[in-house]
Nanobody
């Protein structure tokens, strides 16, 4: 069983930065899961933000390219999302996910099996 716990959300002004963390149970890493970050704004569908394949390959949604960076610290079973140059439209609940997505579908939520509870990010103008 995989357990995921997000942290690091909060409120920030436009142009600011936040770093989200997702702590995964050890099984997630030993089983070579791929992982991703998704977000859902009020009244909108959940969308893929970024994903990292089990071999380290990464992909990003066009809306966050150049501003967000996904990374893993395997020694601590942590997944990170560094978010810079934040915009009001980045306001959403952010979720960490784990599973065995196909390499070209890292941003598709149906490809993931396990989800965290989410952490809120609010960006004010």
């Amino acid at each position: 069983q995989v357990q995921l716990v997000e942290s690091g959300g909060g409120s920030v002004q436009a142009g600011g930065s936040l770093r989200l963390s997702c702590t995964a149970s050890e099984y997630a890493y030993s089983s070579r899961y791929s992982m991703g970050w998704f977000r859902q704004a009020p009244g909108k569908e959940r969308e893929g933000v970024t994903g990292i394949f089990s071999d380290g390959f990464t992909t990003y949604a066009d809306s966050v390219k150049g501003r967000f960076t996904i990374s893993k610290d395997n020694g601590k079973n942590n997944l990170y999302l560094q978010m810079n140059s934040l915009k009001p439209e980045d306001t959403a609940m952010y979720y960490c996910a784990a599973g065995w997505p196909r390499r070209w579908r890292l941003l598709v939520q149906e490809e993931y099996n396990y989800w965290g509870q989410g952490t809120q990010v609010t960006v004010s103008s």
